[in-house]
């Protein structure tokens, strides 16, 4: 959610009695800085920063969530061992994001306080071994006993319920909240999300950092380098710097990078997302009674 979710969108969350999340990645210190303030004039209710560890200086970004004492943190991309201790010393919650039952297991033990699994179906970053969500989330709750949260092709209530039918306690959901008006993301941008339908996007580049992307001109791109058997450093150059700004904050839907999920083909309206966590409560439910109806009794 780099470049798409600021205090507008996590604000929004957070009111609409959903827990909303910054996307420290793409912000520069004195961004999330400014971010964390606005979001905590905004609503009353508890939010939360995603830090990915790949983040050049995440130091000064632990340094501003300590000091304005955001109360949850959800850390990704690297090892959770490094700074989960130090969080949780100051009271902070931390929620590790995985996508194997493996890397899970690894942050149960270094004492993270829930997890994300998430599963092939998710944009942007992505796991390696493409395993789907309907067959992490089980696997994962097997062996886990901290609580579970499912991810990666979550965008309805009916998602919401299979996820928990699958083993999970709680749900993420990224790309549905792309389409507001309150995320930060690019007009150009939310229009490609609402007009993608199934099959648009495809995950690539496992030699670096794996990532879900529309099937734009700059994808198109990369599959010709990859038929010319382009090495790690020729996709690291064709990649450069800046692509996911360039495309999702910026705009350029030809050049640039366009990370959204699977879930993309199931959305088609820009909405705010008040209404998308009612939408999302009430097909729960409605999903929830439809089981322990009839149909389902054997
Ligand atoms: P690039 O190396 O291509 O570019 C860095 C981008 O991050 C630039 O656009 C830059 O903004 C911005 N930025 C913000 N803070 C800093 C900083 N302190 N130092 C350097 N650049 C900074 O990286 P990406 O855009 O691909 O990824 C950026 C971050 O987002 C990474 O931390 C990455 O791990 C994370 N990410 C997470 C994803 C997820 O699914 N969780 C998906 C993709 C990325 P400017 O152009 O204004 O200089």
């Not at 990704?76 to 931390?94: D, M, Q, R």
């Amino acid at each position: 959610m780099i470049w798409c979710s600021g205090w507008e969108l996590a604000s929004a969350v957070s009111n609409a009695g959903g827990l909303g999340i910054l996307g420290s990645g793409s912000m520069y210190p004195e961004v999330l800085e400014d971010q964390v303030i606005k979001c905590k004039a905004a609503t009353d209710k508890p939010f939360a920063v995603n830090l990915p560890m790949l983040y050049p200086d995440i130091d000064k970004h632990i340094e501003t969530i300590i000091k304005h004492k955001v109360p949850i943190v959800f850390t990704s991309a690297g090892n959770p061992k490094t700074w989960t201790a130090h969080l949780k010393s100051h009271g902070i919650t931390v929620v590790h994001v995985v996508s194997s039952v493996k890397f899970a297991l690894k942050a149960q033990d270094a004492g993270v306080d829930a997890i994300v699994a998430e599963g092939f179906e998710a944009g942007g970053h992505n796991g390696r071994d493409e395993t789907t969500t309907l067959c992490l989330i089980p696997m994962v709750a097997k062996e886990l006993s901290i609580p579970l949260i499912a991810a990666g092709g979550i965008g309805t209530g009916r998602g919401m319920l299979a996820a928990m039918n699958l083993g999970a306690d709680a749900v993420q959901i990224g790309s549905r909240f792309v389409a507001t008006p309150e995320s930060s993301a690019h007009a150009n941008f939310k229009k490609v999300v609402v007009d993608s339908k199934e099959g648009d996007t495809l995950l690539t580049l496992k030699e670096l950092t794996p990532v879900r992307l529309v099937k734009n001109e700059f994808f198109h791109q990369l599959e010709k380098a990859y038929e010319n058997c382009a090495s790690p450093e020729e996709l690291t150059a064709l990649l450069g710097r800046g692509r996911a700004k360039k495309g999702m904050f910026e705009g350029d839907i030809v050049e640039g990078e366009l990370e959204i999920g699977q879930i993309v083909g199931l959305i088609d309206e820009i909405k705010p997302a008040a209404e998308i966590v009612a939408e999302l409560l009430t097909e729960f439910k409605a999903a929830l009674s439809e089981q322990q109806t009839e149909k389902y009794q054997f």
